[in-house]
């Protein structure tokens, strides 16, 4: 939102796109103070009205004691269940999804024979060998003393070459070893070489191996990661072990991102293939398994959408909302699937926006194609109907502001802006304080909030 | 004195104040957390999103802070842990300009109405500090202290099974609050050693927190030194195979102790590198301090207290068994290496009567003349004697790779500044003089087993100079 320029949908006004003095722009925000002011007398008037109604009821049917007691309990009762009902509810509206099923064992690893190991092997001819007395059946172990120890990249880089055998062997380590100290020291392994700041060192440095997509896919999926089928919300896992994912996925994150940043190597992946992670990134958000780790998830997802370039960017951009929103349900799912994305930056920005914009077509599939109908279905929702499911129409209010609201995807737009303020008013003004209906005060709040922010600037 | 824009940052105080408004601020019900949840993406929205961004106001950032103390839940604090540093990336405190585009004139820039998570010169009482309703959650020194002592008990295996959000929470808070102090005194210094304006560097949070009357400098530091290590060395045993959900006291659904377990290697992962950041902050301080100190630049008022590399080199002197932790954990080469090669230097026989201030630590140590030192067998044989063979091998093997990873880094960055010599040597030459030392060590014992660190030192030196670089 902008703060200081007019009100998003005022932008057309001929008024104050031609240049005003400050004073004559205060009047003309001072008239649209009146005009909000106008509308919450009315909605006041409204709920007056409605309040007094309920009391005349209650005062003409009602002339004897105990017929009022009857009528008092009714009421509370009827107000017990709704708040019941109302607590009912709230409970299935959590976000989380089982993201995970059950790992399978990890895929049969491609064993490089680490006793082919170049230095290993030149080093067991060294004079300086006895004073170490190293031998190739110790070899293993030894190596990894030398990873723990942080010693192989430092070697590595030293040296100016990681061999294939080294490559794969802690490749495989960072995604699938059980011990802690391992799997990190092999991931800092891969992001000293990969990230290395040495420009001399980056164009000497010879990796004689790369992981590719298929090899990082094929870990995930091991870990229990569901490709491409819909998932279920769920934030409570039964059983053990099922829906849970090993520790190596903090690792395999930032390995994704490493593979975004580094300079050494180019084109790890190809767009298609960053689409999808950039997709199961957003999916991860989804699981309340990772709520402690959304830095690392917002780096990820942040490196892999500055690895497309300027070209193909939106059409991937599509992509992978596209994709994203059939898996997704229509709850608060989709609205942590929105906001999980920083939006700091032009093109997380714009990733919001089409996310938000793809699942409103899908909300609204058989009545709307294109953005002006998904606008006009929106504001025909009568919010005053009892039928109106509220829960929704909160989904669709969130939704719609980050489509709209800081993407400029208003510029230029004024039909589009007046519908989106009809829809704001709609929701803010004829919601009444006292509907007790779920959401109904969620609803009211949150647009008077987009409302009045946009008034505040 | 009010800015022009307070009238639209006071309206989006109100507006999002008042979300949080709507519950008690004491309550922890799913309601009043969902309403912290909706506060911070209202902030997020109001100062991160917005072409022209505002910073948010005394009171929102306090309340975000708030959360990320109080709060129980995973989410809660997460997310206002990274709403707190996403903002003090944009909107820095203390930040050096380029005035000019040209790189002669730097100026430092304070923010001196800027909000920080620290209160400095009021005394918080006990009862204060255990309600926490008139500070605003905010922090003394003895505040940070006391949560920096926590931070030690996590390390303890037994207290680990009863993980809770509080030791998380603290994790993060920790690693925020010296987030904090690093976006303070980085530039600063920076700016001090261009200026030698010490005043500069005297008036960064981190020398007031250390300098106040309620801080006990030597303790922090000592707790420092445990924590790093504890830690360090707690994360490192972790294994999968191992889960400790299993000898929880508290039954938890299961998926919350993924959620936990996850975050908790992350967090513990970050609080250790806080803590490392943290210890290499007060060495630069104690380091610029001294400089202003022999400039004369200094007051009565700076008070006197021992370098954090003395009160370590004690530490490790008296008490052998944190030698390897030590080690394993204090990943920074530069002053890694000075304190293996102070630590050397204490035992060395100097052989010419020194002229400088003898108390001080030697100024012309370096680990290859350390190297060169010991490689003769009288030595050789007085200094293990007075380290001992097993404390030997793992300060070589330690300092060797400092040395290694300080010599690439003064390559990259071209020139070596004449205090960071402390590398001294060439690479090849320092690994053929660490060869000969162990060497020597082995023609004195034959039967000396030499330690797998030392193992893996030696082998790196070989495979190196077998590459001729």
Redesign the interface.
Same mark, same amino acid.
């Given at each position: 939102?902008?703060?200081?320029g007019p009100l998003d949908f005022e932008s057309e006004d001929p008024l104050l796109s031609s240049p005003v003095t400050l004073k004559k722009r205060k009047k003309i925000i001072g008239l649209d103070d009146l005009l909000t002011d106008h509308y919450k007398d009315k909605c006041k008037l409204v709920e007056k009205e409605s309040k007094q109604a309920k009391k005349k009821k209650n005062y003409d049917s009602d002339d004897d004691d105990f017929g009022k007691e009857a009528v008092v309990s009714q009421v509370v009762d009827e107000c017990q269940n709704k708040m019941n009902q109302l607590g009912g509810e709230?409970d299935t509206s959590?976000w989380g999804l089982n993201v995970f099923g059950e790992q399978r064992p990890p895929p049969a690893l491609q064993s490089q024979e680490l006793e082919s190991c170049h230095?290993l092997q030149?080093?067991l001819n060294?004079e300086?060998?006895s004073?170490?007395n190293?031998t190739v059946e110790k070899g293993d172990a030894?190596l990894e003393?030398?990873l723990?120890? %942080?010693?192989l990249s430092?070697?590595v880089?030293?040296?100016g070459r990681a061999e294939k055998s080294l490559a794969v062997w802690t490749f495989n380590l960072m995604l699938y070893s059980?011990?802690?100290?391992l799997r990190?020291s092999a991931c800092d392994f891969w992001r000293d070489v990969m990230l290395t700041?040495?420009e001399v060192?980056q164009q000497h440095l010879q990796i004689d191996w790369f992981p590719n997509y298929a090899q990082l896919g094929e870990a995930l999926e091991s870990y229990g990661y569901r490709f491409e089928c819909s998932l279920n919300p769920g934030?409570?896992?039964?059983?053990?072990g099922r829906?849970?994912?090993?520790?190596n996925?903090?690792a395999w994150i930032k390995f994704i991102t490493i593979c975004c940043q580094t300079k050494i190597k180019n084109n790890i992946f190809t767009s298609s293939e960053v689409e999808q992670l950039a997709e199961a990134i957003i999916c991860l958000f989804l699981d309340?398994?990772?709520? %402690?780790?959304?830095?690392?998830l917002?780096e990820c997802l942040q490196s892999l959408i500055n690895y497309f370039t300027d070209e193909e960017w939106k059409a991937c951009c599509e992509n992978i909302a596209k994709s994203l929103v059939c898996r997704i349900p229509m709850d608060l799912n989709c609205l942590r699937a929105v906001?999980c994305i920083s939006?700091?930056d032009p093109r997380s920005?714009y990733l919001r926006s089409t996310i938000a914009y793809q699942i409103l077509l899908l909300c609204f599939e058989n009545e709307a194609t294109n953005e002006e109908e998904v606008l006009r279905v929106l504001t025909s929702i009568t919010v005053k109907d009892k039928s109106c499911d509220l829960f929704k129409l909160y989904i669709y209010l969130v939704l719609t502001e980050n489509w709209l609201v800081?993407s400029r995807m208003l510029e230029g737009k004024p039909l589009i802006c007046e519908m989106w303020g009809l829809f704001l008013r709609n929701c803010s003004c004829q919601i009444a304080s006292t509907d007790l209906r779920s959401y109904a005060s969620k609803v009211r709040?949150k647009a008077s909030?987009i409302l009045?922010?946009s008034f505040?600037? | 004195m009010e800015n022009p824009s307070s009238g639209i940052r006071g309206a989006i105080e109100e507006n999002t104040l008042a979300i949080l408004d709507a519950s008690e601020a004491t309550k922890h019900t799913r309601d009043a957390d969902d309403d912290r949840i909706a506060f911070l993406e209202a902030v997020r929205a109001a100062s991160l999103l917005p072409e022209n961004k505002s910073p948010p106001t005394f009171k929102m950032c306090e309340a975000i802070f708030k959360i990320l103390r109080f709060g129980k839940s995973l989410e809660l604090i997460s997310t206002s842990y990274q709403l707190l540093n996403e903002l003090d990336r944009r909107f820095p405190r203390v930040y050096v300009t380029n005035a000019n585009g040209s790189s002669m004139s730097h100026e430092l820039v304070v923010l001196q109405e800027a909000w920080t998570p620290f209160v400095l010169g009021t005394d918080i009482s006990d009862s204060e500090r255990a309600t926490n309703d008139l500070t605003g959650g905010l922090l003394d020194p003895l505040g940070f202290h006391l949560l920096l002592q926590g931070l030690a008990e996590v390390s303890d295996v037994e207290n680990f099974q009863a993980l809770d959000t509080k030791v998380l929470s603290n994790m993060l808070l920790f690693h925020y609050l010296v987030s904090v102090l690093e976006g303070d005194f980085v530039p600063r210094n920076q700016m001090y050693k261009e200026t030698l304006n010490w005043i500069l560097v005297r008036e960064s949070l981190l020398n007031m927190i250390l300098c106040s009357r309620k801080m006990n400098f030597k303790g922090l530091m000592k707790d420092c030194l445990t924590t790093l290590c504890g830690l360090g060395h707690f994360l490192a045993e972790y294994d999968n195979a191992v889960r400790f959900s299993e000898t929880s006291l508290v039954k938890q659904p299961e998926a919350i102790d993924t959620a936990l377990a996850i975050a908790f290697l992350h967090f513990g992962r970050i609080a250790c590198d806080a803590m490392l950041k943290l210890m290499v902050m007060v060495m630069e301080l104690d380091s610029s301090k001294k400089d202003a100190d022999m400039q004369g630049h200094t007051t009565r008022a700076d008070g006197v207290r021992t370098p954090l590399a003395e009160i370590i080199q004690d530490e490790l002197t008296y008490d052998k068994n944190i030698l390897s932790p030590f080690l394993q954990v204090f990943k920074d080469s530069k002053w890694k290496l000075e304190i293996i090669v102070q630590f050397f230097w204490k035992y060395i026989s100097k052989p010419s009567v020194r002229t400088r201030r003898s108390n001080g630590p030697a100024e012309d140590a370096t680990f290859s003349r350390v190297l060169k030192c010991i490689s003769n067998s009288s030595s050789t044989k007085s200094i293990t004697k007075k380290i001992g063979a097993h404390a030997i091998h793992l300060l070589l093997a330690h300092g060797f790779q400092a040395f290694l990873l300080l010599s690439a880094k003064q390559t990259v960055e071209g020139l070596p500044d004449s205090k960071e010599q402390v590398a001294g040597g060439s690479i090849v030459e320092t690994c053929k003089n660490l060869i000969s030392v162990f060497n020597c060590l082995k023609t004195l014992d034959k039967q000396l087993e030499i330690s797998s660190c030392a193992k893996e030192a030696i082998f790196v030196a070989a495979t190196i100079m077998s590459k001729k670089l």
């Open positions: 939102m902008e703060m200081d709230e959590i230095f030149t080093f060294n300086v060998n004073l170490l190293l030894f003393g030398l723990v120890n %942080g010693w430092t070697l880089s030293l040296t059980s011990r802690e100290d990190t700041t040495n060192e934030f409570v896992h039964t059983g053990s829906g849970e994912p090993p520790q996925i903090r309340r398994q990772f709520q %402690g780790i959304t830095m690392l917002c906001e939006g700091v920005k800081g709040n909030y009045q922010s505040d600037e | -």
